[in-house]
């Protein structure tokens, strides 16, 4: 059984940091892309960054230079390392395998709730 957990999450100061963790079982990492998404109060979820399995990345415009993805795969682990963070930052953040087209489903995690305000 696939299981991600989410942690990391919390209430921060506009300007401040916060790292989200992913963590895994039931599966290995390294071997799949990995994203994270995030959604906000009454908007759609949206993608926030990839990383594939040979740890190239990818980012949303609007957190490009902000965010960085990253993954231990000896921990079965990605991380999202969110710097200068901004009110609309403010969502539910999910981690997620890119596994469709090889194993015939994504995973979602629970999710980790990141409110950003003063």
């Known amino acids: 059984q696939v299981q991600l957990v989410e942690s990391g999450g919390g209430l921060v100061q506009p300007g401040g940091s916060l790292r989200l963790s992913c963590a895994g079982s039931?599966?290995?990492?390294?071997?799949?892309?990995m994203s994270w998404y995030r959604q906000a109060p009454g908007k759609q979820r949206e993608l926030v960054a990839v990383i594939t399995s040979g740890k190239m990345t990818n980012y949303a415009d609007s957190v490009q230079g902000r965010f960085t993805i990253s993954r231990d795969n000896a921990k079965n682990t990605v991380y999202l390392q969110m710097n200068s963070l901004r009110p609309e930052d403010t969502a539910v953040y999910y981690c997620k395998t890119n596994t469709l087209a090889t194993l015939g489903t994504d995973y979602w995690g629970q999710g980790t709730q990141v409110t950003v305000s003063s």
């Open positions: 039931g599966i290995i990492f390294s071997f799949y892309s």
